[in-house]
Nanobody
Framework: QVPLVESGGGSVQSGGSLTLSCKAS????????MAWFRQAPGKEREGVAA???????TYADSVKGRFKIVKDRVKNILTLQINNLNVDDTAKYYC???????????????????WGQGTQVTVSS
């Protein structure tokens, strides 16, 4: 098991900001690609932001310009900075990690990866 612990979710008004955090071990940060996913009620899980082992990032079109994924190798924390929230961002957000040998860019590699328990983000209008 690869422990991934998310935090930082909450209830905010439309237009607000949040920063989600995912704490993991130093080993994970040095050898895994990592990503943030979200799942809204009644919808499929979708990838929103991913970062490769050496820092290349990928964003879903729906969040480009509003979300920023940051891999803090000193604190071993993966953050997702979310700005200009709207009601469509309401979802449970999950941190995911996959060993580097399986990382091919984008969101595909994480289906068989490791997942945290999630943190809820609720946006009201």
């Amino acid at each position: 098991q690869v422990p991934l612990v998310e935090s930082g979710g909450g209830s905010v008004q439309s237009g607000g900001s949040l920063t989600l955090s995912c704490k993991a071990s130093e080993y994970i940060f040095s050898t895994y690609c990592m990503a943030w996913f979200r799942q809204a009620p009644g919808k499929e899980r979708e990838g929103v932001a991913a970062v490769e082992e050496y820092g290349a990032t990928t964003y879903a079109d729906s969040v480009k310009g509003r979300f920023k994924i940051v891999k803090d190798r000193v604190k071993n924390i993966l953050t997702l900075q979310i700005n200009n929230l709207n009601v469509d961002d309401t979802a449970k957000y999950y941190c995911a990690a996959r060993y580097r040998a399986h990382c091919t860019g984008g969101f595909g590699p994480y289906a068989d990866g490791h997942w945290g328990q999630g943190t809820q983000v609720t946006v009201s209008s």
